[in-house]
């Protein structure tokens, strides 16, 4: 059985226009399966728990939209059933597909689904903080603190607010946006402390990115050895006095480059914890956590069965 939990608002609402052909191919195919429309945020997630509340039966769950749209069905699962995912990446970013290389036209990843012939077994991250309450939010490509989570907060501002541009403009918008928080980007002292033993501290902390995947932000490779299912978290520090100092990082980010420069550093752990001494934006999968001050990480190794 397939259940498709689909986000029609999806890059700018085109996702209804994909799922429209995408069911006619499904309506050909005869497969069994149902859909889930989603309506606002936290839908995908409780569509999720629904299903394996009420069944537990081997099954393949689909998610159609973007990388929020598996992050919730990932918050929304248990695994103590036979649930395999798949992804059709029809978001803005989709950093996630790119990762695990998926074909890129949804009707193609639509046919590899129906037709599946091979799995992988992946990891995935937990955030921690405490919000009044201790928070465990899961993450299946990356989270971050800074300058990348103050990026994801406005994406999702201009979203709620109906306005269009940058966003109308793609992967370019979102390097607007990101050019727009670095001009007022602050950087912050603090810690980051690995597996519980090594601690490193930093004096001009601008972000720190913590992955499963190697990338984030619509396609910016800030993690070249993440590798999805080696049971660690790479991590991603970048510190540096000056400012002008992120502009290559940035784009030797972009453009898919390994370089070394000044004020960038590399971790491969386990579980991390990060402390800063004023509250950061803070994000999972491009989702919202707010303001914090004290975030944990971790790794959960090879738990997700994903159709690749």
């Not at 069911?23 to 069994?32: G, I, M, P, Y």
């Not at 973007?66 to 990446?89: C, K, M, R």
């Not at 990891?123 to 939010?137: C, F, Q, T």
Request: net charge positive; charged share 20%.
């Amino acid at each position: 059985m397939y259940y498709f939990i689909v986000n029609p608002s999806a890059n700018r609402g085109h996702g209804e226009k994909v799922w429209r052909k995408l069911e006619c191919l499904l309506r050909h195919s005869e497969v069994e399966y149902e859909v889930y429309l989603t309506q606002m945020s936290g839908d995908a997630a409780r569509f999720a728990s629904q299903l394996r509340e009420n069944s537990r039966e081997p099954c393949v769950i689909v998610a159609v939209g973007g990388d929020g749209t598996v992050n919730e069905i990932l918050n929304g699962l248990s695994f103590d059933g036979a649930v395999t995912l798949g992804y059709i990446p029809i978001g803005a970013g989709n950093d996630l597909a790119r990762g695990l290389k998926l074909p890129r036209s949804p009707q193609r990843c639509l046919k590899k689904i129906l037709h599946s012939r091979f799995y992988r077994w992946l990891d995935y991250g937990v955030l921690s903080y405490e919000n009044g309450a201790p928070i465990h939010r899961r993450f299946a490509v990356s989270s971050g603190l800074g300058l990348d989570a103050a990026v994801c907060q406005c994406v999702r501002e201009k979203a709620v607010r109906g306005q269009l541009w940058p966003l109308s403009c793609g992967r370019f918008g979102y390097i607007l946006l990101g050019l727009q928080q670095l001009l007022g980007a602050k950087p912050v002292r603090g810690y980051v402390q690995l597996d519980g033993t090594k601690k490193v501290e930093f004096n001009h902390i601008y972000f720190i990115s913590s992955h499963i995947h190697p990338y984030e932000g619509g396609g910016f490779r800030f993690a070249p050895k993440a590798d999805g299912s080696d049971g660690l978290l790479e991590i991603c520090v970048v510190h540096n006095s000056a400012k002008a100092g992120l502009v290559p990082v940035l784009l030797d980010a972009l453009l898919g480059k390994a370089g070394r420069h000044r004020g960038v550093r590399f971790y491969s752990c386990r579980e991390a914890r990060i402390h800063v001494e004023r509250p950061m934006p803070v994000h999972a999968d491009g989702e919202n956590c707010y303001y914090q001050t004290d975030i944990h990480l971790r790794c959960i190794e090879k738990t997700i069965r994903m159709i690749v």
